[in-house]
């Protein structure tokens, strides 16, 4: 007796699916019968009904996709779902699982591995006639799943390509020495070849893959048995790759390479800096820097987008009331004003932001900063260099004699540096800078400590501005929840009404089932009028001083993530992890 239709080990085809999609109300009659004439041309048949442009009909004017259709597949034939997330899988621990030829063939890609099972994709639902034989060899009971056919093709190709480059790269590159003798090599018989194909390969996978995921940061940390890649992508940390240690030092040296930084030094820090482009053609900047580890030397890249160049104030998330105070600050002739927060809260961004608005053409912007964060021909930037003594200070001091009109130092770190910007302002400058402290009024006393005088901070000061990043809820699935208005008060301390309902974060396959997307600011902008002014002292009350601003109209960092909450555009969790508590 021969075997049902959906138990024969064949290919999916078209036919079957269209009165599936009829029956669904995903097509009409016209339509499918339209489809069945229309040639293959070899593709899934899914990717020929998703190249199709189908009409959505839970979404008016929009078309299916094919995650889309390979989610209905799978609630059709009754298996399970998968969206395939790169992130999600330790591709050095899937690819030994199965050849290329293998996975190839039978259109599959292991994504999961535990101690009784193998997790693997597939957009075949009706073919079997790999399972026993794989399940046999690996020792292990299959699990199966459906994918986007694209996406199991894509990553085949990618995690295999890899796969054979760390291995090349493994054979042909020198055993590494002892780890405790890593930070004293210099070149030597032992140095990995950075400019070997598999290298190269590598490399350039590592900064595609980086950017199609939006990665703002590339961790590249040697280890004893293994190195490990990571990607920060939405200010947190995610594990990407394993390469064995001598592939991470080959790895390592090919970028420092690329960045014109010194291969043969180990033994201390170095910073570069590398432009390319995206896969979609948008050039981004690297920045570049090393750190000698026990185990070898570890490189972190910061991806700089040039778009954030052209964001205006209310996409970084500046409210009209706070860009209000913000511009006025910045209009003003001479003084100084400061922007802080701790390292990765968004400062460059902003700072950019209004020096790309300040630099007309009728004045003299000129920037020293450590190092040259973005590029940009409108500004004149100069960068500090340490070993020939071009600090911040005396980049400031030579900038005086430039002829400015406004001047960025990228960051207040010492006293002398203090002290040529505050002279800047007194001769009639417009300062702009940060610092790293906790709130806007810290700012007063974190100058106090450095050692300026607190009546140059009077004289000069126009105001400083505080900023945190929060993660922004994903649009495609947060959803309304009603808000307890005891937590709102107590975590916001303010009697602002609390809305009548907030949104959650959910999660789906578009955040990684995080529930957020991207990043947006919180601000506190404290301007320093007379009364703000008359509480500077040197032993100054920064309670008071809080309070006074307060009155003065500032929004406390965590009132300003309550307004973002308010609008739907993150969560009160959210905001509570990332500002201080307020006082």
Not at 69 to 83: D, I, K
Not at 403 to 431: F, K, N
Not at 441 to 469: D, F, W
């Amino acid at each position: 007796m021969p075997a049902a239709p959906e138990l024969q080990d064949r290919r999916l085809c078209l036919d079957e699916l269209l009165p599936a999609l009829t029956a669904h109300g995903m097509l009409d009659n016209a339509l499918a019968e339209r489809l069945r004439r229309t040639p293959g041309n070899g593709l899934h048949p899914l990717e020929l009904l998703a190249n199709q442009s189908l009409p959505d009909p839970a979404r008016p004017g929009m078309a299916l996709s094919l995650e889309q259709l390979t989610q209905w597949l799978a609630s059709h034939v009754g298996q399970p779902y998968l969206r395939i997330d790169p992130l999600k899988i330790d591709v050095a621990s899937m690819v030994p699982l199965m050849s290329h030829a293998f996975a190839q063939r039978h259109h599959i890609l292991a994504v999961a591995l535990d101690r009784d099972s193998v997790t693997v994709a597939s957009a075949e639902p009706y073919l079997r006639e790999w399972e026993a034989g794989l399940a046999h060899v690996l020792k292990r009971s299959i699990k199966r799943v459906l994918a986007n056919p694209q996406t199991i093709r894509s990553c085949t190709q990618e995690f295999f390509r890899l796969a054979r480059s760390v291995s090349g790269a493994d054979q042909t590159t020198p055993t590494a020495v002892p780890a405790e003798q890593l930070l004293h090599l210099g070149a030597g018989d032992q140095e990995p070849d950075a400019n070997d194909a598999h290298i190269v390969n590598i490399v350039d996978w590592l900064l595609q893959f980086a950017f199609g995921q939006r990665a703002s940061d590339i961790h590249i940390e040697p280890g004893g048995d293994q190195g490990r890649v990571r990607f920060r992508i939405d200010g947190l940390l995610h594990d990407v790759y394993q390469f064995p240690p001598q592939v991470t030092t080959a790895v390592v040296s090919r970028l420092k390479s690329l960045g014109r930084m010194n291969v043969a030094e180990k033994r201390e820090p170095q910073d570069g800096r590398v432009k390319t482009k995206t896969p979609t053609g948008i050039e981004v900047e690297l920045r570049l820097a090393t750190l000698p580890t026990a185990f070898g030397e570890k490189l972190v890249m910061r991806i700089f987008d040039p778009q954030v160049l052209l964001q205006d104030f209310p996409q970084l998330g500046l409210s009209a009331d706070d860009l209000q105070r913000w511009q006025h600050m910045t209009g003003q002739a001479n003084g100084i004003i400061l922007v802080t927060g701790p390292t990765g809260s968004g400062k460059t961004s902003t700072l950019y932001t209004t020096l790309r608005q300040l630099a007309t053409r009728t004045v003299n912007l000129c920037t020293v900063e450590d190092p040259i964060e973005m590029v940009e021909p409108a500004f004149n930037q100069m960068q500090v260099q340490h070993n020939i003594d071009l600090t911040f200070a005396s980049g400031i001091r030579a900038l005086m004699r430039q002829d400015p009109d406004i001047i960025m130092i990228g960051e207040i770190r010492d006293l002398e540096t203090a002290e040529m910007a505050i002279q800047a302002a007194l001769t009639g400058h417009l300062v702009l800078s940060t610092l790293h402290t906790n709130d806007a009024p810290s700012a007063i006393s974190r100058l106090l400590e450095l050692g300026i005088p607190h009546y140059l901070i009077k004289a000069t000061l126009i105001g400083v501005m505080a900023q945190r990043l929060v993660r922004r809820l994903c649009p495609h699935c947060k959803s309304p929840v009603a808000l307890n208005q005891d937590d709102w008060r107590s975590a916001t301390q303010s009697c602002t009404p609390p809305p009548a309902s907030v949104y959650r974060a959910n999660g789906c396959a578009e955040c990684r089932e995080s529930g957020y997307r991207g990043r947006i600011g919180v601000y506190e902008i404290m301007l320093m009028n007379d009364a703000a002014k008359a509480l500077v002292s040197a032993d100054t009350d920064l309670q008071a001083l809080r309070r006074e601003a307060l009155k003065g109209g500032m929004h406390s960092l965590r009132l300003s993530g309550a307004h973002k909450v308010a609008a739907g555009l993150t969560t009160l969790e959210e905001v509570l992890r990332v500002t201080p508590a307020n006082e």
